[in-house]
């Protein structure tokens, strides 16, 4: 049941109760976690947060805290599945979700009593009508049944001649029956065929802070955060980025507004959040300029800074700028002043006669005191480093505390320490795109294209984590469209698998969808997957909240391939 007012249904109802937090591991949903904590921590709600990695974890979480939680908010799982089939919940137990994945469940949509959905009616839904996917059986028995218990009630040397309208009604009703069922299972077809997201759950907590009124600059950053996730993470159309933009910069200048008083913005731990217009260059404030363009997948992609012709123009394009190779590759602190003053300015202006027409993008950045800075974007890559980091065996709720810190803005060496990951991993990114694209690991297989990360690929434990593996699937695709001549290529979608776990053999899969500017981002790789592993029984994990990433056995991964060809042809 869709709740209609968060602050009456949800949030009363949960302030004088203790509340399990179940947390999925995305950045957006750890923003989402941080509103809602504080919001607890101002009405002295006690919780318990359990951070959950996929399906089997929520059931775990579930069986070890349903004896004593009665209620549990969900964020960023539960909403895609029929969350009371998987969980098998007592009666009085009570779900909130808050949850991006789409389409949502149709049985959690028409559950009034357990299931509560913290989702915005106004993102796109489709939900089905309930009389179109579901019907009482008494009006399926009923029509008949008074018939036949009075023929039986009869002596049997009486009984009337049969009654052949009655056969009739039956047969009707049986044909009525199972052209409703074909319809119905069309209906749903049509409705669970694409995976894709909505507004994201930070920004739904961040609201119900407003209304209220608890919600606090730290709050608006860390909404910020969680929507910059989804731009990050290609997880939403430009459009859709660009409206919950324009709603957080209404909410951004009247919190600058109500702190205008010169006291608070002289103090030197003050924290002020500015709408930028700033260029799609990752973490270049925090690195050199050069390896910032060099590692950056758009600048990278569109001067294909694989070939030596791409190094070339790179070297062009610095000179155009008028900025001495000895600047660009110096931290970007340490630039001269003279230079950085106006450098988006002269990026913009050269980016335009390489046909980088986009090179700026609308963001938010925020000053802690004087001296640290830091944009949404580079705040996403820190806390996805730290959130999938393979450094140290840590366990995952480990890692996921430690992500959770860095969006405090009292552990600024943690956020330093995630920037530093978040480095190492975009250079992995670029030269592992670099080595597919050069040596053809690519390969078209019809209706995808189709590339495997080999055993033994250099940084290839990072590419075991989804969000990694799905950021490389995404740089590689768009590196691939630019670099293809063929034409039909260019609209493929793309499947990758790297090994997961090679002591047990298992790759994990990853498929995503087309690459285009005016791409809904809506992704057919779940349906399909099940479907393939179904009808070649290849031993498959679907245990991710995106329906789009599996593990599958590695001896099984022919045979699926081979499935998912002809399902797709």
Known sequence: MFITDIRKEFYEVVANQRVALLVASDIDALCACKILQGLFHCDQVQYTLVPVTGWQDLSTAFLEHKEQFRYFVLINCGANVDLLETLQPDDDSVFFICDTHRPVDVVNVYNDSQIKL????DDDLGVPPYDDIFRDEDDEEGGDSGNESAEGSEPSGKRRRFDEGAVERRIDRQRAKREWEARRREILFDYEQYEYHGTSAALMFFELAWVLTKDTKDMLWWAVIGLTDQWVHDKITHMKYVTDIATMQRHVSRHNHRNEDEENSLSIDCMRISFEYDLRLALYQHWSLYESICNSCYTSCNFKLWT??????LQEFLAEMGLPLKQ???KFNSMDMSIKGNLRDVIEESSNKYGMKDIRIQTFGVHFGFKNRFLASDMVHATAALLESTEKDESASDNFIKAL??????NLDRLHSGIDL???KLMAIQ???ASCICTNLIVSQGPFLYCYLMEGTPDVKLFSKPMALTLLCKYLLKAFVHSTRNKRCKLLPLIMAAPKDVEKGSV???G???ESETSDKKNFFGRAFEKAAESTSSRTLHDNFDTSIIELKTEDRSKFLDALITLLS
């Open 405 to 410: 810190d860095s969006l405090s803005r009292s």
């Open 422 to 424: 978040a480095k190492k």
């Open 508 to 510: 994990i899969v990853v």
């Open 328 to 330: 660009v590759r110096q």
């Open 431 to 433: 030269q592992t795109v």
């Open 308 to 313: 030596l012709n791409g190094q070339k123009k």
């Open 118 to 121: 913290l989702i915005k009616q």
């Open 512 to 514: 995503i969808p087309p």
